[in-house]
């Protein structure tokens, strides 16, 4: 089992950069697949970035390419997400999550695949 643990919302002008970091516990967080999800409100949670166990293969959401950076350290048990360019659109609670699974290749985007989640972190882009 593994606790998440989501920090470094906040609020930021459009057009600037917010880094979120999602800290594990336990010993095997290389076991773990992970992903960041976010929900605004009134709005479903949908998928933003993810990385595979040996953080290969990443995937993204179409509006995040090219802004969003998802990379681990398996050494710190840490995923980062590193936002540029942001959006009064990107306005919302961010998640991250991790699925224990045996590919070391695979990012899951869906957020169905996940078994484990953080408490979520607020980011707040004004225009």
């Known amino acids: 089992q593994v606790q998440l643990v989501d920090s470094g919302g906040g609020l930021v002008q459009a057009g600037g950069s917010l880094r979120l970091s999602c800290a594990a516990s336990g010993r095997t967080f290389s076991m773990y697949a992970m992903g960041w999800f976010r929900q605004a409100p009134g709005k479903e949670r949908e998928f933003v970035a993810a990385?595979?166990?040996?953080?290969?293969?990443?995937s993204y959401a179409d509006s995040m390419k090219g802004r969003f950076f998802i990379s681990r350290d398996n050494a710190k048990n840490t995923v980062i997400l590193q936002m540029n360019s942001l959006k009064p659109e990107d306005t919302a609670e961010y998640y991250c999550?991790?699925?224990?699974?045996?590919?070391?290749?695979?990012?899951?985007?869906?957020?169905?695949?996940?078994?484990?989640w953080g408490q979520g972190t607020q980011v707040t882009v004004s225009s």
């Open positions: 990385i595979s166990r040996s953080g290969i293969s990443t």
């Open positions: 999550a991790a699925r224990l699974t045996a590919s070391s290749g695979t990012a899951y985007y869906k957020s169905d695949d996940y078994n484990y």
